[in-house]
């Protein structure tokens, strides 16, 4: 099993910037893709960014040009770099890593508002 932790979340202007972090233990040799989902109140998750299992990156249209997606495989950790934050950029942010099954951390929520 793989244990992802989020941090790095808040609440942050219109405008502003934030990065999240996640660190991974337990059986991370297991993991294929790792990357940051989103849920917004009244809303199914979403995809923001994620690498693939060939190691290249995806990104939500609606996240193009304002967020990067990083990782440092040395501390097991994947990074969401988020900057020009829009009020519709609020949810709570996940964590995945992709197993042949999902793995989610508990969330950490991002407020943009004035």
């Known amino acids: 099993q793989v244990q992802l932790v989020e941090s790095g979340g808040g609440l942050v202007q219109p405008g502003g910037s934030l990065r999240l972090s996640c660190a991974a233990s337990g059986t991370i040799f297991s993991i294929k893709a790792m990357g940051w989902y989103r849920q917004a109140p009244g809303k199914e998750r979403e995809l923001v960014a994620t690498f693939t299992t060939a190691g290249s990156t995806n990104y939500a249209d609606s996240v193009k040009g304002r967020v990067t997606i990083s990782r440092d495989n040395a501390k097991n950790a994947v990074y969401l770099q988020m900057n020009s934050l829009k009020p519709e950029d609020t949810a709570v942010y996940y964590c995945?890593?992709?197993?042949?099954?999902?793995?989610w951390g508990q969330g950490t929520q991002v407020t943009v508002s004035s």
């Open positions: 995945n890593a992709y197993l042949g099954y999902n793995s």
